[in-house]
């Protein structure tokens, strides 16, 4: 195990959850004891201020039995109209066991194109952000209404790690049907090992959970180690850990057996690098009252910016400068150069006139943006 608990001081936490906990096979209903002890985990977590967004599958599983249809059923279509079904009713759930403890949750459909394409991951970027901003939790599931097979994440480990990544999330948790990691399958082999701190994924821990066991209906340990690179990189720690007893996170939290996977850099700083790395493909000079709010962490708004030179998208990076052309910074900038050239020194609520609608309030959010 690592160190420190990262739950101990985590600010932003994202949740799967996978459909076996949901859903009891035997019953074949929903497990609302269970739901009901991770909200009181969830309202625990955000009494202590951390911010937390649940990946949820089960929408299949629970329309599948809504329908009445088989588990084995393979046609795509009849997933689908599953899905459709199923989802209603487990944002239902999400929100009825939520309601005791007056936390309001949203429904976030995706798709992996939504983390691919740069303006849609900056919408959901956005989208996800103002939801935590008003308090309220992100319940998000792969949009398997209309997902086709080019566009699907495949499972629910690497889009709740795209979605921590998305986030800026310090820790993602996997709740799933074992403790961690081990040296072979704990099943068979009495003499596994279990490995509770890992800071690389590397080809031999791959190969060895190729043949450690499954976990998870549609996954396993690889694609779980998958979404640790992916983690990892964004300078995300992750936790896979024992799902399946009451209050799960309460659990960890008390120092349960679990792996860690815990990156060199923090999410800002893997956010930073990525930035940085970008290449600009506009310059933005800013006057002297826009460089002072920039040092100060603010972010920069249309206000202050005096020209703009080259042709960039919504989302693009660009080099920020003041009025000697000396460079202060790189950020994704949110609007693209057409637009950007008639709110030049005009202030956000006048946007409405400019635009043609009210727009965004930053022209780069300090989030996007990195002083160098």
């Given amino acids: 195990m690592a160190p420190l608990n990262p739950l101990k001081n985590c600010k932003r936490l994202v949740i799967k959850i996978g459909s076996a906990l949901l859903v009891d096979s035997e019953k074949h209903a929903l497990r ?20 937390v967004l649940i990946v949820s599958s089960g929408s299949i599983a629970l329309g599948r039995e809504i329908l009445n249809l088989p588990k084995d059923a393979q046609q795509v279509s009849q997933s689908q ?4 079904v199923g989802q209603n009713a487990l944002a239902q759930a999400y929100q009825e066991v939520m309601l005791p403890h007056n936390i309001t949750t949203a429904q976030v459909l995706l798709t992996s194109e939504d983390g691919e394409d740069r303006r849609r991951y900056l919408n959901t970027q956005a989208t996800l952000t103002t939801l935590l901003d008003m308090k309220v939790v992100p ?19 690497r889009l709740a790690a795209q979605v921590a990544v998305m986030a800026a999330a310090d820790v993602l948790v996997l ?10 399958n704990p099943k068979n082999d009495p003499n596994a090992e279990h490995i509770g701190l890992i800071n690389e994924v590397t080809a031999d821990l791959e190969a060895m959970a190729s043949g450690a066991g499954s976990a ?21 720690k992750m936790s896979i850990g024992i799902g399946d007893i009451p209050h799960p996170i309460s659990n960890l939290l008390n120092g349960a057996k679990t792996s860690w996977f815990v990156p060199q ?3 800002d700083n893997a956010r930073k690098n990525w930035i940085t790395s970008m290449k600009p493909r506009g310059v933005i000079t800013i006057d002297d009252g826009a460089v002072s709010a920039l040092q100060r962490g603010s972010s920069l708004l249309a206000a202050g910016c005096a020209q703009i030179k080259g042709e960039f998208n919504r989302g693009d990076a660009v080099d920020v400068v003041d009025v000697s052309g000396q460079i ?6 949110a609007y693209d ?19 043609g609608y009210s727009g965004r309030g930053a022209f780069i959010h300090r989030d996007n943006l990195v002083m160098l």
Avoid at 175 to 184: F, K, M, P, R
């Fill in 216 to 236: 998870g209906a549609k996954g396993g340990m690889i694609t779980k180690l998958m979404a640790a690179k992916t983690a990892m990189r964004g300078g995300v």
């Fill in 337 to 355: 150069a057409f637009e950007a050239l008639k709110i030049l020194g005009v202030k956000s609520n006048n946007f409405n006139h400019h635009l």
């Fill in 32 to 51: 609302r004891d269970w739901l009901a002890s991770l909200a009181k985990d969830i309202a625990m977590l955000r009494d202590r201020g951390t911010d």
């Fill in 265 to 267: 850099n923090d999410p």
């Fill in 175 to 184: 709740l799933s049907d074992v403790d961690g990691i081990y040296t072979a």
């Fill in 328 to 333: 202060l910074a790189r950020g994704l900038v």
């Fill in 139 to 157: 319940i998000i599931n792969e949009n398997d209404t209309v997902a086709t097979d080019e566009i699907r994440f495949g499972d629910n480990d």
């Fill in 81 to 84: 109209a599953a899905a459709a």
